[in-house]
């Protein structure tokens, strides 16, 4: 049987395996290509409108872990695609050097990173009025409820949001449970899921015609992809995503 | 006066900024985007024709330096591209784990990557009725020529190959001065040029007409370019690469 989605724990095997010494993959490469899907979705998603130049900003809300890492990535390639990003980054990693030089690139491109300090008013920085969508790049599929301050504020704050403001999830609505979905009365509902290498098991409970899932994150091979159950995906040319 | 090209010497001071404390870009995400841009180019310039499957052979030759390394990274991709890539590694970087690791990722993809030793005919792996284009990865911004073995002979050999299999040159065509162009009486003479960030001053020794260029490389902003010197390229949507 071919596997549509694979669960928290095979996600998990999947990655360490990439990252293994047999493979070899570091997780440098493999953010910038998963951030750089992440960037070409949102681009799919919401083309810039060349007549106006009021709506370009991309509010990116990144976690402390590497959920939060393509985010970041993805804000850089953002800004070079036209895009105006925001980020926001309230609990900084401090696990490897390779997190302080992802907001070294970022000031470089000077993107604004909000942290906690001076974001007592983070929502101050997301105007509606001109921005296209919402990156929620705080949790991924090592997430496991419940959340946590200040995210689960910060969700709560999207739940509020999210009907005039379109939330572009990477790889997991944050705050859902990987394999089961919801687990909150108040969640978000993104407008784009952008599922990386393969979906996890809750993008099964988007609702149906109501968010655009993309998957991103081309990196593995056929045989991989069959070793774990599922099939690869079509991706067009030098596509990065796949709309699904 | 805005420069159309930098020499050797402002292209090693660019690499060093985008690389040191401050910018704080890796060598992994550099390679990472440079190679995923040649393999775009090599896409651009030789689609694959849906209706056969005869020729889809790529050949890579990698150098011992981080010009090979975007080779490595590009064959990666193209395999991902549905072409055939072969990639000749004749002196194996060991500066780093992680050139070790950019192989291992080729084997993770099947894909051969011949060393000295079993490639006394590398030759022999290079069917021109196969092959759509040969990617020429041997030396970049910083080489200073004589060309020495078996790179030498190896240009030699893809002299007299040039005219029934096209050459994509990355960066700078391999055994020529980076400022100056061709020193040798036979040299390369691409079909495609690749430059990466910003075009050397050799590129401007190419048979106006006759060889297609293309700009790679997408990952400065608009401020450090123009402290170099130049201005950055249009590139289109979320494309790595804009022929120029």
Redesign the interface.
Known sequence: MTLKVVSAKLAAEIDKELMG??????L??LM??AG?SV??AV?RQFPLDKTSSEKTNVFVIAGPGNNGGDGLVAAR?L???GYNPIVYYPIRSSRTE?Y???T??LE???IPVLSQDNSADWKDYLKPEKTLCVVDAIFGFSFKPPLREPFSSIVNELHKLQETVPIVSVDVPSGWDVDKGPVEDIYIDPAVLVSLTVPKPCSELLKSGKTAHYIGG??I?R??ANKYGFEPFN?E??D?ILKL
């Open positions: 010494p047999k493979v070899g993959f570091t440098q490469q910038e290509l750089f960037a070409q681009t390639h800004k070079l695609f390779f302080k030089q992802l070294n690139q470089f491109f000077k081309r990196f091979p045989d991989f991706y040319g030098t990065q």
